[in-house]
């Protein structure tokens, strides 16, 4: 049976498993977390919204579902800024059209991240 590897902390039996969690998603999830432990004043404190885009691209990038991949990264972010008192509030459309950028590459993950930034608030 192959070793059950999910998002960071995550040890739950439908986690992903470890064959499909690629070595470049490993370092996305792992820059997050770096985020954390680094502190430094050129990258710390990170805004919720780079976290949240930093967890969409990890997912939406790198493929780590057989199937969607785009929905998983955008509820992703919408559920973590949710989890932490930001109340997320953009129309389909956008959603659509602002996921298929960033899986197409024509949108890079600081502008998801502002894009995150500009429909969210304290709710």
Not at 77 to 99: D, I, K, M, Q, R
């Amino acid at each position: 049976m192959a070793e059950s590897r999910g998002l960071p902390g995550d040890s739950r039996d439908d986690a992903v498993p470890a064959w499909r969690l690629g070595g470049s998603a490993r370092r996305r999830f792992a820059r997050v977390r770096s985020f954390q432990a680094k502190k430094s004043i050129r990258v710390w404190p990170p805004t919720l919204a780079k976290l949240a885009a930093s967890y969409a691209a990890g997912i939406i990038l790198n493929h780590p579902f057989l199937d969607g991949n785009k929905r998983a990264g955008f509820m992703l972010a919408a559920t973590f800024l949710e989890s932490n008192g930001l109340t997320f509030n953009a129309t389909e459309e956008s959603v659509v059209e602002t996921t298929l950028a960033l899986a197409g590459g024509k949108l890079t993950e600081a502008g998801y991240a502002k894009w995150l930034a500009k429909n969210s608030f304290k709710g």
